[in-house]
């Protein structure tokens, strides 16, 4: 029994498994910063984002600086191509993913 288990557990580890993923993905970044906690409910609040990327129907808090390239202006709502990075082993105190910005393709003031 422990055999074909050893068997069965060793056909199951692919290799090349555990690696970081990406695609492109367009999002809108809302004018206005938000509360962000880097803990959900815990830890200092600072300065995020508000992002809604086109392929889910909510609003996600992110920190600041959390794109790549991406310079921020108070006041403007962004629509976005950007690469998100599926991180296959993330840092304990962060988060699965990273975005790096591609193009801005409109910025308009509200």
């Known amino acids: 029994m422990s055999i074909s ?3 069965l557990l ?3 580890c692919k290799d090349g498994e555990n690696k970081d993923w990406t695609e492109e993905v367009l999002m809108t970044v809302a004018s206005e910063f938000v509360d962000y906690h880097p803990i959900e409910g ?4 600072s300065n995020g984002l508000h992002i809604k990327e086109d392929n889910i ?3 996600i808090k ?3 600086n959390a794109i790549e390239d991406f310079d921020y202006e108070v ?8 690469l998100k990075i599926h991180l296959a082993n993330p840092p304990a105190d962060g988060s699965d993913v990273k ?11 509200q």
């Open 99 to 109: 975005y790096k910005l591609i193009e801005i393709m409109s910025k308009s003031e």
């Open 75 to 82: 006041g403007c709502e962004y629509r976005l191509k950007v």
């Open 5 to 7: 288990f050893f068997t």
């Open 57 to 59: 129907s909510y609003w």
């Open 42 to 45: 815990n830890g200092v609040i």
């Open 10 to 12: 060793m056909v199951g």
């Open 62 to 64: 992110i920190p600041l």
